[in-house]
């Protein structure tokens, strides 16, 4: 996955007001993060140890992980805040005149405030309610789990009174006259709205959401201020249910593989693991015309393998890659469209945290998600490879001697340790010696005895930075999987999911009619939402849908995860093409052109997987 979602805009140089409390935040939230990540690890990993090794498990690991996991996606959220970089859509605001953005940009750091404002006491009220809960193993308070809650709303609270403030006061009253009309039209509205039944969803799910995010208002706080405007003006419903359901959609242990993995990705390009993986692939068929296409796509599908997130994958292999194809003479906009195209290509493959993500919150097997999730990267990686000999070969120089045995053998043997972490990976949760979840600890400890013990290039500088951008990520994607399952909740009691279900179930076509219908829905969902929320709102909806037509579970969950991917990182709208320009360094005006080719073969291997079941459940036992 992506952080595609990652704003390229990463915080600005604070005003003298709020430097001090930029400060504090800092000191406060990023310290007590990196800890939390390091005590998830060592406490995941010693059970693992425990029950492998000695037979012993420990009943209070997964409990104590619980705990921690919930501080950590709220202190994340709160880092990711404070640093502008939960996920949004900067595509129209980029567009606007300069005035004009600075309002929008305004509307972006103060509308999260009001969300946080509007829970603040609902979220005081439900760690109240967990006073009364004790942990069955360690016998502790529920309140301490709880009040990650609260604290991390007022943390992320205070991170946006920051940045609304280091707009400039004129912006800043601007973006509140601007949210108090739309709250006061929406006001005036409501006995309307009311009237209009069910038709009202369009009005909260539709339009107010989909103008919050192109106002480019962070998404999971678009999916809170729709919901609770919802709530607020056409039900009774309290507010209070809303910190259970975020509690309810942040806390389930299966996420906790999104930050292992997140970390491990760190890990793999801090120790080089990444760059000899590459080495030896171009050594092996970089001499080749469009080799080394050829190259970027087999990293891309190794590195997917290891790391989980399609952000850290592209940061692994575009910075060893770009410069010696540029030398060649590929254009820098054919770089980046593979780049991005390879991203989406490499969706499904374990330990994807799309598939972790889809197998949590539709309950579908995580182990039977990678499994099926091989054969339909190697299709879509096939099919990208065609466009890519006949692109790349136009106006490059191709370097026509082999390489030799020699200097083959030489890579192959400095690569050899990193390419065996993807196959520890994946016999550690084949052999049952860790959990989908746990599996991220054995790649950690395995990545950091190679960097230290064989390549020799891991810095303990580095770790504390990449501990907190594991934090920051993680937390970015759990608060939008809190959000959305809040959205979800409130969906599903106004019995939207039964009138999606039904119209996409009566789709002419049957099950492939149901497929392409899919298709579609969630390319759209991939590029407006971002995956991780479009997957999380629909995924318990739909996939029921498809069991019903008689689609395999697993085979579905490819096809739609596929269609996010695309959708993802296709412009002009998808997140993911713009962190590939960034992370290639390539302006974005310079793929525009020239990604349509690979997308389009992305499609058609999307339709081969669609279509040919066997290529998703073959390997399933």
Request: glycine share 10%; charged share 10%.
């Given at each position: 996955?992506?952080?595609a979602?990652?704003?390229?805009?990463?915080?600005a140089?604070v005003?003298?007001?709020?430097?001090p409390?930029?400060?504090?935040?800092?000191?406060?939230?990023e310290?007590?993060?990196?800890?939390?990540?390091v005590a998830?690890?060592?406490?995941l990993?010693?059970?693992?140890?425990?029950?492998?090794?000695?037979?012993?498990?420990?009943?209070?690991?997964d409990e104590?992980a619980s705990?921690m996991?919930?501080?950590?996606?709220?202190?994340?959220?709160?880092?990711?805040?404070?640093?502008g970089?939960?996920?949004?859509?900067?595509?129209?605001v980029?567009?606007c005149s300069?005035?004009?953005?600075?309002?929008?940009?305004?509307?972006g750091?103060?509308?999260?405030?009001?969300?946080?404002?509007?829970?603040?006491g609902?979220a005081?009220?439900?760690?109240?309610?967990?006073?009364?809960?004790?942990?069955?193993?360690?016998?502790?308070n529920?309140?301490?789990r709880?009040?990650?809650l609260?604290?991390?709303?007022?943390?992320?609270?205070?991170?946006?009174?920051?940045?609304?403030?280091?707009?400039?006061?004129?912006?800043?009253v601007?973006?509140?006259?601007?949210?108090?009309?739309?709250?006061?039209?929406?006001?005036?509205?409501?006995p309307?709205i009311?009237?209009?039944?069910?038709?009202?969803?369009?009005?909260?799910?539709?339009?107010?959401?989909?103008l919050?995010?192109?106002?480019?208002?962070p998404?999971?706080?678009?999916?809170g201020?729709?919901?609770?405007?919802?709530?607020?003006?056409?039900t009774t419903?309290?507010l209070?249910?809303?910190?259970?359901?975020?509690?309810?959609?942040?806390?389930?242990?299966?996420?906790?593989a999104?930050?292992?993995?997140?970390?491990?990705?760190?890990?793999?390009?801090?120790?080089?693991?990444?760059?000899?993986?590459?080495?030896?692939?171009?050594?092996l068929?970089?001499?080749?015309?469009g080799?080394?296409a050829?190259?970027l796509?087999g990293?891309?599908?190794?590195?997917?393998g290891?790391?989980?997130?399609?952000?850290?994958?592209m940061?692994?292999?575009?910075?060893?890659?770009?410069?010696?194809?540029?030398?060649?003479?590929?254009?820098?906009?054919e770089?980046?469209?593979l780049?991005?195209?390879?991203?989406a290509?490499?969706e499904?493959?374990?330990?994807s945290?799309?598939?972790?993500?889809i197998?949590?919150?539709?309950g579908?097997?995580?182990a039977?998600?990678f499994t099926?999730?091989?054969?339909?990267?190697?299709v879509?990686?096939?099919?990208?490879a065609?466009?890519?000999?006949r692109?790349?070969a136009?106006?490059a120089?191709?370097?026509?001697?082999?390489?030799?045995g020699?200097?083959i053998?030489?890579t192959?043997?400095?690569?050899?340790p990193?390419?065996m972490?993807?196959?520890?990976?994946?016999?550690?949760?084949?052999?049952?010696?860790?959990t989908?979840?746990?599996?991220a600890?054995?790649?950690?400890?395995y990545?950091?005895?190679v960097?230290?013990?064989?390549?020799?290039?891991?810095?303990?500088?580095?770790?504390?930075?990449?501990?907190?951008?594991?934090?920051a990520?993680?937390?970015?994607?759990?608060?939008i999987i809190?959000?959305?399952?809040?959205?979800?909740w409130?969906?599903t009691?106004s019995?939207?999911?039964?009138?999606?279900a039904?119209?996409l179930?009566?789709?002419?076509?049957?099950?492939?009619?149901?497929?392409?219908?899919s298709?579609?829905?969630?390319?759209?969902?991939g590029?407006?939402l971002?995956?991780?929320?479009?997957?999380?709102?629909?995924?318990?909806l739909?996939?029921?849908?498809?069991?019903?037509?008689?689609?395999h579970?697993?085979?579905?969950?490819?096809?739609?995860?596929?269609?996010?991917g695309?959708?993802?990182f296709?412009?002009?709208?998808?997140?993911?093409?713009?962190a590939?320009?960034?992370?290639?360094?390539?302006?974005?005006?310079?793929?525009?052109?020239r990604?349509w080719?690979?997308?389009?073969?992305?499609?058609v291997?999307?339709?081969?997987?669609?279509?040919?079941?066997?290529i998703s459940?073959?390997?399933?036992p």
């Amino acid at each position: 996955m992506r952080t595609a979602s990652l704003s390229e805009e990463l915080t600005a140089p604070v005003s003298n007001i709020a430097a001090p409390l930029d400060t504090l935040l800092a000191l406060v939230t990023e310290p007590l993060a990196a800890i939390v990540v390091v005590a998830e690890v060592l406490v995941l990993l010693i059970g693992v140890i425990s029950r492998f090794v000695f037979n012993h498990p420990l009943t209070w690991s997964d409990e104590l992980a619980s705990i921690m996991f919930l501080w950590l996606a709220m202190l994340g959220s709160a880092i990711a805040q404070r640093r502008g970089q939960h996920m949004r859509m900067t595509a129209l605001v980029g567009k606007c005149s300069a005035r004009t953005r600075g309002l929008l940009e305004s509307v972006g750091a103060a509308a999260p405030a009001v969300f946080l404002l509007l829970i603040l006491g609902p979220a005081y009220n439900f760690t109240e309610d967990q006073t009364f809960v004790h942990t069955p193993a360690l016998g502790l308070n529920d309140a301490f789990r709880a009040a990650a809650l609260p604290v991390g709303v007022v943390l992320m609270l205070l991170a946006s009174l920051v940045r609304s403030v280091d707009r400039g006061w004129r912006d800043l009253v601007s973006a509140i006259i601007v949210i108090a009309v739309v709250a006061c039209v929406l006001y005036a509205l409501g006995p309307w709205i009311r009237a209009i039944g069910n038709w009202n969803l369009v009005v909260f799910f539709a339009v107010l959401l989909a103008l919050s995010v192109l106002a480019g208002v962070p998404i999971a706080f678009a999916f809170g201020l729709s919901t609770v405007s919802y709530l607020l003006l056409t039900t009774t419903t309290p507010l209070e249910v809303l910190p259970g359901r975020i509690d309810e959609g942040v806390s389930s242990l299966i996420l906790l593989a999104v930050p292992l993995f997140i970390l491990l990705g760190y890990l793999i390009v801090m120790t080089r693991m990444s760059t000899a993986m590459v080495n030896f692939l171009a050594a092996l068929v970089g001499h080749v015309e469009g080799g080394l296409a050829y190259v970027l796509l087999g990293a891309m599908l190794l590195v997917s393998g290891i790391s989980g997130a399609k952000t850290a994958d592209m940061a692994a292999v575009a910075p060893v890659l770009f410069p010696d194809m540029k030398k060649r003479g590929i254009h820098e906009g054919e770089l980046v469209s593979l780049l991005a195209a390879s991203g989406a290509m490499a969706e499904t493959i374990p330990p994807s945290i799309v598939l972790i993500i889809i197998g949590s919150v539709t309950g579908v097997s995580i182990a039977a998600l990678f499994t099926g999730g091989l054969l339909p990267g190697v299709v879509l990686a096939l099919a990208l490879a065609i466009i890519a000999r006949r692109r790349m070969a136009e106006g490059a120089e191709v370097e026509r001697g082999v390489t030799s045995g020699r200097e083959i053998g030489r890579t192959f043997v400095v690569a050899a340790p990193a390419l065996m972490l993807p196959i520890i990976i994946r016999l550690a949760v084949m052999e049952g010696v860790a959990t989908a979840t746990e599996v991220a600890t054995i790649g950690i400890a395995y990545a950091i005895m190679v960097g230290i013990l064989v390549y020799r290039s891991f810095n303990w500088r580095e770790l504390y930075s990449a501990l907190v951008g594991t934090a920051a990520l993680a937390g970015t994607i759990l608060f939008i999987i809190g959000a959305a399952t809040c959205m979800s909740w409130a969906l599903t009691q106004s019995n939207f999911s039964h009138a999606l279900a039904a119209a996409l179930a009566q789709a002419p076509g049957g099950k492939y009619g149901f497929l392409i219908g899919s298709i579609v829905l969630f390319i759209v969902l991939g590029s407006v939402l971002e995956g991780i929320p479009a997957m999380v709102l629909f995924g318990p909806l739909l996939f029921p849908v498809a069991k019903q037509l008689g689609v395999h579970e697993v085979h579905y969950a490819m096809v739609v995860i596929l269609a996010m991917g695309i959708g993802l990182f296709a412009p002009p709208f998808g997140l993911g093409y713009y962190a590939a320009c960034s992370i290639g360094q390539v302006d974005p005006n310079a793929g525009l052109k020239r990604i349509w080719s690979y997308l389009a073969a992305l499609v058609v291997g999307l339709l081969v997987v669609a279509f040919v079941p066997w290529i998703s459940t073959g390997f399933l036992p």
